[in-house]
């Protein structure tokens, strides 16, 4: 029996719909371009999710969201929770970046410590209603990181592809949860290509987000949330670091159906931020609004995208064929918003800026949206009336390497009071 408001998968390419199946992946027709997009009956869901029902849900957690989710009402859920994350006001760094208010949303509380969690959740609870105990990915890291946490807390065996370049602590966290992990001697896009050939070879449940749509789904809790607790006082624009574009396009997923429940009344831009040397998406981007066709974009039109070799300390960006191009543009495009990229100098200087404005301390991609508002609002994007929400979208311990790199070095003392004295005295010296 169905469960679920789901009434079909399209394809983001040629719109064939198809009905829910195990192992659907990607369009029939279109093979791997044609990433399917879930559709649900939303009259249905209005019913189980509104605004009175979530006032009276005291599920603190993305379950709340189940009417809209791809996933059966007596699905066994991961017991690894997924709390509603906060949103912080940074009214000192709003002002000095001339913005009328500046929000920061911490995805680095999440279980494993970043946005991941939220699609690794949909989907060992997807493959473990599928009846599947092997669940594989390929990873930049984070996805990685978060399935092999969410398997063990389900009992299913994870089968983990990364780059041999992924940040110590990000491989750390797989080997502590149990994945077997294989460290590819290559690029994340090469990591990407074996993982799906070991996936489809040995019969494996494949969360890859770019072709598994139910990822995606996950994802989009964010923007239900952003929706939920910002409801009347929604952001102007929402900045997302954009490497496969799946986040980006199920964050604008959410907030579309916040409105289309009417918990909300509007949808804020959606600001996509790319690394300078990881950039294909925000160049194809803007070469289509060259030709004035953004606003329609179909996925399908005039601009090509270029893959290119990615260069970026923001590893979790750090993607130079991205799977999920055209979900991106579309979503960006729905909003009126825009691409940016910006150098790993402004990614690097982001860190320590948001960390001291607001005690949330963000990985490279993470302090990447940051950046990417600054860039932004200097280049006219933004304007000095608007209000902006940044999703940091990892926590900073995941790779302390890189933000070692953007903070000077603590004061070495012997164990004595003088020794202590004498810095502070340097310091009021040199003020
Ligand atoms: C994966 C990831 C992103 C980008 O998500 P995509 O779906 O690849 O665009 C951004 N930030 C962090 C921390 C990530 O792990
Ligand atoms: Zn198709």
Redesign the pocket.
Known sequence: MKTSAVTGLR?V????VYEEQPDLYT?L??GIA?ILDIEYDYDRVRVELNGETLASNRDANIWRYLPVLPIGRNARLPRLQLSLTPIYEAPALARELGLAGLLIKDEGRNPTGSFKDRASAIGVTRATELGRTTISVASTGNAASSLAGFAASMGLQAFIFVPETAPEAKITQLLVYGATVFTVRGSYDQAYYLAMDAAQAFGWYNRNCAINAYLVEGKKTCGLEIGEQLRDNLPDVVAVAVGDGCTIAGIGKGLVEMKELGITDRVPRLLGVQAAGAAPIATCYRQQQSYALAPTFQGSAAATLVPVEARTVADSIAVGQPRNATKAMRAVAATGGDFITVSDEQILAAIPRLARATGVFAEPAGAAALAGVIAARAAGLIGSHERVLVVATGNGLKDIKSARKAVGQPHMVAPHLADVRAVLMAMAASV
Do not use: E, K, L
Request: aromatic share 0%; net charge positive; charged share 35%.
């Open positions: 394809c390419r040629c719109s064939r369009c027709d279109c044609g």
